[in-house]
């Protein structure tokens, strides 16, 4: 276990309000580069559409509610209906872990899984970071 000695924490640290030295000019502002300028104006978050909306969208196209889609009831039509739900997810938000899928449905990864099997969910290059099919064990 690693523990820090408070001497050693402090060693650099200056008080609050005391400026550098006057002596030292502070650093010229480098101009940048027009493909670094060009990269910080990508927007990086875009919004992503709630699973929630997603699944409510499905079940009203399907005849369903959004309870009905996520319950335990598991006749063949709502289930059919459950599958295209999570595929809809699946596919939609990438960023979201099958267990992270299975919690919003109340169901299972392995559950998930299946449903992406008999859908042709997720392929291995759509997969979000993390989950990378076939590694070693």
Do not use: W
């Amino acid at each position: 276990m690693f523990i820090a000695r408070f001497e050693n924490t402090m060693r650099n640290a200056r008080p609050k309000g005391v400026e550098p030295a006057p002596g030292k000019p502070s650093p010229a502002p480098r101009t940048e580069d027009p493909a670094v300028a060009a990269y910080r104006c990508i927007d990086v978050l875009e919004p992503r559409t709630p699973a929630r909306e997603i699944i409510s969208r499905v079940s009203m196209l399907h005849g369903y509610s959004f309870a009905e889609i996520t319950g335990p009831r598991l006749e063949k039509k709502l289930v059919q209906a459950r599958f295209d739900a999570i595929k809809a997810v699946a596919d939609a938000r990438l960023d979201l872990s099958l267990p992270q899928i299975g919690r919003i449905f109340n169901r299972d990864h392995t559950s998930i899984l299946h449903a992406l099997k008999k859908r042709g969910g997720r392929r291995p290059e759509q997969q979000g970071p993390g989950q990378q099919q076939g590694a070693a064990k």
